[in-house]
């Protein structure tokens, strides 16, 4: 059975502030790491116009109800009626300047940079709800974002990684009937050489209010299936978190294991696929002390060459995947 969710659901609002540090408890293999639960998580995306709309609300309703599917549909409209979702339209000096380079290095095509560049006005779509199923702030802020940029041939920008949202990336990404989605279209994983190989972080798990992931000193011939198992991993925690974050009580934190087990499925579930295969490898989690809080992955077991070990079991040889 595929570990994604179906993860529509009727949630509360939030409940306090925390700002506990991610603790480890347990002993050896059993050890747990404690993180905390945020108050309530936030989302922001912008749509670049070429003029100002007259009723900005009135077009989301209108264009939600006219392209979205039920149930998200109903969650959006919800979302639009009440005030965890705000549209804010102003002219686009009004704004912080949005980041060109990193909007060109994560893909934008030169067209959307350009009208990006041109528009003399943004609306910029905020959401904000408690950690837990449904995600409702992404959700909804991307489901209202996307019917305003879809109406105007407007470009959509996810301000959080940041990135173009193309229309049919934007689609894509919306959950489906039964609350599946593919984490890879919500998450980034850039990476960059180093001296002692590459260094990778996950853009994406804070979203759901967890730390995102991090390894260092990856070799290069490593890259690619590194790559896949950050995602089946980052898929894999994520399931783990929102399984402890039940429509009802909010817990201030959650316990997940120092020690996963990530597979081939997780991966296949990451992609919005299935992979009949159960193989599996075990990797560490170690909280780091950086600002925001990340996650470090590392091997279960010490020792030279742990990298490869761990993505020849996973996938095979290089030979073997050639």
């Known amino acids: 059975m595929s570990r994604r969710r179906q993860i529509f659901s009727n949630a509360p609002s939030a ?32 749509v670049a116009l070429a003029a100002p709309i007259p009723d900005p609300a009135e077009l989301a309703r ?34 912080p300047p949005l980041p060109a380079d990193l909007l060109a290095a994560y893909g934008a095509a030169p ?39 879809a109406a105007l041939t407007a470009p959509v920008i996810d301000v959080f990684t940041p990135q173009v949202l193309a229309p049919e990336h934007l689609e894509r990404s919306l959950p489906g009937p039964d609350g599946t989605f593919r984490l890879t279209d919500w998450m980034l994983l850039p990476h960059t050489s180093g001296t002692h190989g590459f260094f990778f972080i996950t853009k994406g798990l804070a979203r759901f209010g967890l730390p995102e ?30 399984d402890e ?41 170690r909280p780091d002390t950086a600002e925001p809080p990340v996650l470090t992955v590392l091997p279960a077991d010490e020792g030279p060459d742990r990298l490869d070990s761990l993505c020849a079991a996973l996938f095979g040889t290089p030979e073997s995947r050639r």
């Open 15 to 46: 409940v306090i502030d925390v700002t506990t540090p991610i603790e480890a408890t347990g002993e050896q293999l059993g050890r747990n790491l404690t993180l905390p639960v945020p108050e309530t998580l936030y989302s922001t995306y912008a």
């Open 62 to 95: 209108a264009e939600v109800t006219r392209r979205t599917r039920p149930p998200l549909r109903d969650l959006a409209l919800g979302m639009l009626d009440s005030p965890m979702l705000t549209l804010d339209q102003r002219p686009a000096g009004d704004f």
């Open 111 to 149: 067209a959307d940079l350009a009208a990006i560049e041109d528009a003399p006005h943004l609306l910029a779509v905020r959401a904000a709800y408690r950690p837990g199923r449904p995600p409702a702030h992404e959700w909804s802020a991307r489901a209202v974002a996307g019917a305003v940029g």
């Open 213 to 242: 992931l991090q390894t260092e000193n990856v070799p290069p011939d490593l890259v690619e299936p590194w790559g896949r198992l950050l995602n089946g991993l980052a898929r894999r925690v994520l399931d783990l978190w929102l």
């Open 245 to 285: 974050l039940p429509a009802g009580e909010q817990p201030l934190v959650v316990d997940v294991p120092e020690v996963v087990s990530v597979g081939l499925r997780d991966i296949a579930a990451a992609q919005g696929t299935d992979d009949p295969l159960r193989r599996e490898v075990p990797v560490r989690l």
